[in-house]
């Protein structure tokens, strides 16, 4: 079978969009971790420590 441009284009938009949803999934599983050790991380700390107050 011959690669024509158009199956050849059709190859890579889904090899990216295949790309790009584990990207996605990467992507989301850090800022949940993230989030995760920063909350763990505040809870930790005294809630009356200067450096914790917000100024607003």
Known sequence: ?????????????????????????????GVRDGILQADKKRSGQDATDPSRRADF
């Open 1 to 29: 079978m011959d690669a024509t441009p158009i199956s050849a284009l059709v190859l890579t938009v889904v090899f990216s969009a295949i790309a790009l949803y584990f990207l996605y999934f990467v992507i989301r599983a």
